[in-house]
């Protein structure tokens, strides 16, 4: 039945219980109510000598349907409370009279890997994903993680699975003791129903997880390890509270005991489900999902073609960030440059972005040999006969842009999609020249492309279908959140370190021509230019907004001011209003967020992008934008439009047009409506 378990007795006299609520066995109220039920038919029978649980095709759990978070929740008792955690997870299940054994294969995330948890022992594939991920939810685990994984793993180790829900192979969890043994897919089921009878032969040990205290450190260390993650969380991120009533809760256990500990983490969260934090990770979850789901393309169920062998054209830095994000992500590469010098130096480029990871110890050196394996370097266009799809990158020209892709037109075969990794131009305009429009599209990464993880995927009236699908598919497959745009709008994450990291010359370019064809809604910058006259040309100078040591780490420059002086000099500012220098920390915030806001919505009403939750995605992945509170449309609803446009409408009349609301936020604020919008929004492009 689905969205509930199953039990099959063997003749060994093994019971296999079976999460089964495909795809990936999330667990729900039901799926935990007959997984009680399970367990208590197991556990009377007579031909029961021990109990295995596991999850159907292939995949334990997922942990809980994310459906049941972030929504309201009426006050419970003490018993409804604990109802999951105490009463089936510990008395039921780990307190049973026959041994529990986890059989782990795929993912075991959340509520799926705190049932393994409380099993009397745990054996997984290889390849098998667990961790508990409940904090990028807003929430803590819910089902006793909280107290059972520091038993197994130690305090340092579980602090950091759970405060950055970080997850782990099978042959990790090994190392750290989290699983008990390995074992292929063909034979883990048959490994796991062995132990469980020597558990029951007492040839193995019967291990109660919530009591162990082997992997525990000694209290003073335990506090002092709790207090520095209490710190190190404030530092990174002084406006969320629930890491913070996690670690409590975590010390709880360790001060007082486990027992009482599952009581104060199921009251823990029961809050926090109810917060707005929670309300809005869950949300950018949700409009995540929803962002790769496009009008009219969804309905011809269109399946992704294979690409195999992707080329890159020229264009310095982005060309060796983008070839190396390719390579690591297993796709052949051709990279191509005009000259041997510049081909020499953008493979160097690569091999030090592969020997940094070596370095940081994210990668092996064995693992960069062979990643280097995949890519080769090219002149010409002789070796794109068989390359499925080309990532043109090269500089802010447009005649040139138009050049590479009347040859690619001539050299590459009649499946191959051409994208152009464009900043300022229209993809329609650099393929003008082509009779291949209907394959031509824009990919737009970050600079720092192997670690950014959003890419747009920029189209045209005439790009095909398929090519959309196919470009969804290959952004998934390279672990990007693809999103769809009608015409680039540019990400931003910390403005003026990335100014730094593109290179100051490449935002004098670009913002050049917004001045141009925006007017009333950029500025021309003269700070730039001061900092340019000084050598001061951003990361790769040493130099720009920041300092930079040899490791290309930032640090904050006091000599700014002296360049900020200039800059005002140049533009004749002969004062600053001292309304400014008394502006409260939130008001800044709004000043500088609303007309990103106001941006925002030029989009939605200019059909730039699909739904309003797609920009809450782009905004959170792309500029920065901080996930707890929904991303940047979803903030809007904490201020409401009438408030926003009324801000925007003032500072309009004090400081300029910039500030001008749109017309999209003068007609939500007259109805006093939600800058959000309900229903999927048919793109200009009539895809």
């Given at each position: 039945m689905l969205g509930r378990t199953t039990v099959e007795v063997r003749a060994d006299g093994v019971?296999?219980?079976?999460?089964?609520?495909?795809?990936?066995?999330?667990?729900?109220?039901?799926?935990?109510?007959?997984?009680?039920?399970?367990?208590?038919?197991?556990l009377i029978r007579d031909d029961v000598k021990a109990i295995v649980v596991t999850g159907s095709r292939g995949k334990f759990s997922a942990g809980f349907d994310v459906t049941a978070f972030g929504g309201s929740q009426g006050k419970k008792t003490k018993m409804e409370l604990g109802f999951m955690s105490i009463q089936i997870v510990t008395d039921t299940l780990e307190a049973a009279r026959k041994p529990f054994v986890a059989a782990i294969e795929g993912p075991a995330f959340g509520g799926g890997l705190e049932i393994a948890l409380a099993?009397?022992?745990?054996?997984?594939?290889?390849?098998?994903?667990?961790?508990?991920?409940?904090?990028?939810?807003?929430?803590?685990?819910?089902?006793?993680?909280?107290?059972?994984?520091?038993?197994?793993?130690?305090?340092?180790?579980?602090?950091?699975?759970?405060?950055?829900?970080?997850?782990?192979?099978?042959?990790?969890?090994?190392?750290?003791?989290?699983?008990?043994a390995i074992a292929p897919a063909d034979k883990l089921l048959e490994l796991a129903c062995q132990w469980a009878l020597d558990i029951v032969e007492c040839r193995r040990p019967w291990m109660i997880s919530l009591y162990r205290t082997d992997k525990l450190e000694t209290l003073a260390e335990a506090r002092a390890i709790l207090n520095s993650a209490r710190l190190e969380v404030q530092r990174q991120n002084p406006n969320v509270v629930h890491p913070l009533v996690c670690i409590d809760v975590i010390g709880q256990g360790i001060v007082s005991g486990p027992r009482k500990a599952l009581w104060k983490e199921a009251e823990a969260l029961q809050e926090l489900r109810q917060s707005s934090t929670c309300r809005s990770l869950v949300h950018v979850f949700f409009a995540q999902r929803q962002i790769i789901k496009i009008p009219v393309i969804s309905k011809m169920n269109l399946l992704p073609r294979k690409i195999v062998k992707v080329a890159v054209v020229g264009g310095g830095l982005m060309s060796s960030e983008i070839a190396t994000m390719l390579i690591l992500s297993n796709y052949q590469v051709i990279l191509k440059?005009?000259?041997?010098?510049?081909?020499?130096?953008?493979?160097?480029?690569?091999?030090?972005?592969?020997?940094?990871?070596?370095?940081?110890?994210?990668?092996?050196?064995?693992?960069l040999e062979k990643s280097l394996s995949l890519l080769e370097g090219v002149l010409d266009y002789d070796k794109f006969k068989d390359v499925d799809l080309v990532i043109e990158a090269e500089s802010e020209s447009l005649s040139l842009k138009q050049e590479?892709?009347?040859?690619?037109?001539?050299?590459?075969?009649?499946?191959?999609?051409?994208?152009?990794?464009?900043?300022?131009?229209?993809?329609?305009?650099?393929?003008?020249?082509?009779?291949?429009?209907?394959?031509?599209?824009?990919?737009?990464?970050?600079?720092?492309?192997?670690?950014?993880?959003?890419?747009?995927i920029v189209h045209t009236e005439c790009t095909s279908p398929q090519v959309i699908v196919d470009l969804i598919d290959f952004g998934r497959k390279m672990r990007k959140t693809p999103i769809m745009v009608l015409k680039s709008f540019g990400m931003q994450v910390g403005p003026f370190r990335m100014l730094d990291v593109v290179g100051l010359q490449v935002f004098v370019v670009i913002s050049k021509k917004f001045v141009e064809s925006l007017p009333d809604r950029s500025y021309k910058s003269q700070l730039i230019p001061s900092l340019q006259q000084d050598n001061r040309k951003g990361e790769r100078s040493g130099k720009g907004f920041y300092n930079y040591d040899n490791c290309g780490k930032a640090s904050p420059?006091?000599?700014?001011?002296?360049?900020?002086?200039?800059?005002?000099?140049?533009?004749?500012?002969?004062?600053?209003?001292?309304?400014?220098?008394?502006?409260?920390?939130?008001?800044?915030?709004?000043?500088?967020?609303?007309?990103?806001?106001?941006?925002a919505c030029r989009m939605i009403s200019d059909g730039v992008v699909i739904r309003s939750s797609d920009l809450d995605v782009a905004s959170v992945l792309g500029m920065g934008f901080p996930a707890y509170r929904g991303g940047i449309i979803y903030w809007s609803d904490s201020f409401g439009s009438t408030y926003i446009c009324s801000r925007l409408e003032k500072w309009s009349k004090e400081y300029g047009v910039f500030f001008r609301p749109c017309d999209y936020i003068m007609e939500r604020s007259a109805k006093s409506i939600s800058l959000q919008t309900s229903e999927t929004r048919q793109a200009k492009s009539q895809l």
């Open positions: 019971a296999v219980v079976t999460i089964n609520n495909p795809p990936l066995n999330l667990l729900s109220v039901d799926v935990i109510l007959s997984l009680k039920e399970s367990i208590e038919g197991a099993c009397h022992a745990r054996i997984s594939t290889s390849s098998a994903q667990l961790g508990l991920t409940e904090l990028q939810y807003g929430i803590l685990p819910g089902l006793g993680g909280t107290q059972r994984l520091p038993r197994l793993v130690g305090l340092s180790k579980a602090l950091e699975m759970i405060l950055m829900s970080k997850r782990v192979e099978g042959k990790e969890a090994r190392t750290l003791s989290l699983v008990d440059e005009t000259n041997k010098k510049h081909l020499i130096d953008a493979i160097s480029r690569v091999k030090e972005n592969l020997q940094n990871r070596v370095k940081n110890g994210r990668a092996t050196q064995e693992g590479i892709f009347s040859n690619l037109e001539k050299c590459c075969p009649l499946h191959c999609i051409f994208t152009s990794n464009i900043s300022t131009f229209s993809v329609k305009l650099v393929g003008e020249r082509t009779k291949s429009q209907h394959r031509i599209a824009g990919i737009h990464f970050f600079c720092l492309s192997p670690v950014m993880p959003l890419m747009e420059d006091p000599k700014l001011s002296r360049y900020m002086k200039t800059a005002r000099d140049a533009s004749n500012v002969t004062f600053i209003d001292s309304e400014l220098t008394k502006l409260s920390d939130s008001e800044i915030v709004e000043m500088i967020l609303f007309p990103a806001l106001n941006e």
